[in-house]
């Protein structure tokens, strides 16, 4: 009898959903919690998931798959991940967040303006040019903060595969 293998969409929709749990508790506590900290249980669950995926990976094949088919499955679920949380996070900055306050705006003028080489009236254009495309901004980052944990739990999963062959 033949094992089933968990396909890698439903375990990149699991990773997903975890991490917009995540999100939203993480979103409620934004003002306490420091930016430096802010994407870091981002990182580790996307980390811990695609590693977990790839050992679940291995142990439903039977232990025999290679070190590029691990890896293989650890990246494409990976890339699903990467991608839903793109559009997760497309939707919510542009339709669930609220938009730069005053305040904000204002500091991000003086923040321009501190930069030198620029008039106020140019800092401003500038800061309400990026709250307008602020989108592409964090889309960048919510791909880059799947990506790169992901690649390397990919790896670390594959290794763990060889390893254990």
């Known amino acids: 009898m033949e094992k089933k293998i ?9 990773i997903f959903f975890v991490m917009i ?32 995926a790839c050992i679940i990976y291995t142990r439903q094949s ?3 798959p290679g070190f590029g088919d691990v890896f293989s499955h650890g990246f494409r679920t990976t890339a699903f991940v990467a991608f839903l949380m793109a559009v997760y996070t497309f939707i919510a900055v542009k339709f669930i967040y609220p938009v730069p ?13 501190q930069q030198g080489n ?3 009236e140019e800092a401003k254009q500038l800061a309400d040019q990026a709250a307008k495309n602020r989108w592409i901004i964090y889309v960048s980052i919510s791909i880059f ?13 594959a290794a763990i595969a060889k390893k254990n062959q």
């Open 6 to 14: 968990t396909p890698r969409i439903t375990k990149g929709v699991i």
């Open 62 to 64: 039977g232990n025999k």
């Open 101 to 113: 306050g005053p305040a904000e705006m204002e500091a991000a003028v003086k923040a321009i303006e």
């Open 118 to 120: 620029t008039l106020h």
């Open 145 to 157: 903060a799947s990506l790169i944990p992901g690649l390397i739990g990919s790896l670390m999963g």
């Open 21 to 52: 749990v995540l999100d939203i508790i993480l979103q409620s506590l934004y003002k306490t919690v420091p930016d430096g900290v802010r994407y870091m249980p981002r990182l580790v669950i996307v980390f811990l998931g695609v590693l977990a």
